[in-house]
């Protein structure tokens, strides 16, 4: 089955008790068993819980994988994949990274001992000159946060095969609806559910996908062993968000061109970061890659921090808030939101500066979305 077929079918068959359609919600942590070391499918929903597994079925389906554990946040489900490392492994990751993932990663090296190196993705060598012995595994987001870079995901995995590392890639920006990347050799695809997969701001998860059954005992193991599962009326709303996932994503990614495209011809705009531009420095490895661009855009203005500052609280239908890949647009100020945890100089050597707003673009009407940037642009620019 294609796609659009499995997102809402997967894994949501009809209840075989009752008929109902939709999957139901099973909020019991208990289940009945018959005697001694005999019970159905389930035992304590910490381990396995209905609703979650068919969340987990679906997500699986849509990432060409075969298991998938789901975790109660993104970050969960990243400290998940963590745990498969030791003290005195050695990961690589790209710079250009989710904020909670580089404070994860700093914590895990300054009390476990494992080490991080951080290339710049742009460049495929740059991973395999930072490998050594100790290298267990390369952690890749692409298109990156918020500077939509692109890391070239086949020519990773295959270095990644070359040594005998596995490759982790955090699909979030994405989603399964426009980038696959385990069949571009990814080991391991990790999720934020929060974002594009759940689509209505409603819902906090994350997921780990794979096909490697050995890395699965082991997150399956983790997973129930550290608890942070999260719960069936999550789950099912998940599921429900899911089911619209591709013509979400068509609209949001037809509203990012036409926004992208507004941003980079007005004089207040230093500059405009949207793969889909024709002269987005890595467009051609985006249109190989992704079969769309997203919805993500971010821009760089003409002035700092106060100038931000007048622009977003000028804004009526953007909301100023963190997050992403909802159906509202949303403004965000990475300076001080999402990259909070990167240390000033590093993250302005990173080209993430007080001038760089990072949105979200919703499915409203384009015209109101360009209206409202418009509009606080010119106050942002007017009282410079
Ligand atoms: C939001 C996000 C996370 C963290 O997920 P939570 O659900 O907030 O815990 C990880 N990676 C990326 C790319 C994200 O955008």
Known sequence: ????????????????????????????????????????????????????????????????????CAFSSGMAAISSVLSLLVPGDHAIATEDLYGGSYRIFEWYRTHYGINFTYVNGNDSDNFARAITPATK????????????????????????????VFLVADNTFASPYLQQPLILGARIVVHSTTKYINGHS???????????????????YYQNMAGAVPGPFDCWLTLRGLKTLSVRMKQHQANALQIATFLRRHPFVEAVHYPGLPDHPQHDLA????????????????????????????????????????????????????????????????????????????????????????????????TA
Not at 34 to 47: L, M, N, P
Request: proline share 4%; with cysteine.
């Open 1 to 68: 089955m294609k796609f659009n077929t499995r997102a809402i079918h997967t894994g949501q068959d009809a209840d075989p008790t009752t008929g109902a359609t939709i999957q139901p919600i099973h909020p019991s942590s208990t289940f009945t068993q018959e005697e001694i070391g005999k019970f159905k499918s389930y035992e304590y929903s910490r381990s396995g819980n209905p609703t979650r597994k068919a969340l987990e079925t679906c997500l699986a389906s849509l990432e060409n994988g075969k298991y998938c």
């Open 137 to 164: 595994l390369i952690w890749i987001e692409t298109p990156s946060n918020p500077l939509t870079h692109i890391v070239d995901i086949a020519a990773v995995a295959k270095i990644c095969r070359d040594y005998s």
């Open 287 to 382: 249109k190989k890659q992704m079969s769309g661009f997203g919805g993500m855009v971010s821009f760089r203005i003409r002035g700092g921090r106060e100038e931000a500052n007048r622009f977003f609280k000028s804004l009526k239908v953007f909301s100023f808030a963190e997050s992403l890949g909802a159906v509202e647009s949303l403004a965000c100020y990475p300076a001080v939101m999402t990259h909070a945890a990167i240390p000033k100089e590093k993250r302005e050597k990173r080209g993430i500066t007080d001038g760089t707003i990072r949105l979200s673009v919703g499915i409203e009407d384009s015209e109101d979305l360009i209206n409202d940037l418009m509009n606080a642009l010119d106050v942002a620019q007017r």
């Open 202 to 220: 409603d819902v906090v998860g994350g997921a780990v996908i794979t096909n490697d059954l050995e890395i699965q005992k082991a997150l399956g």
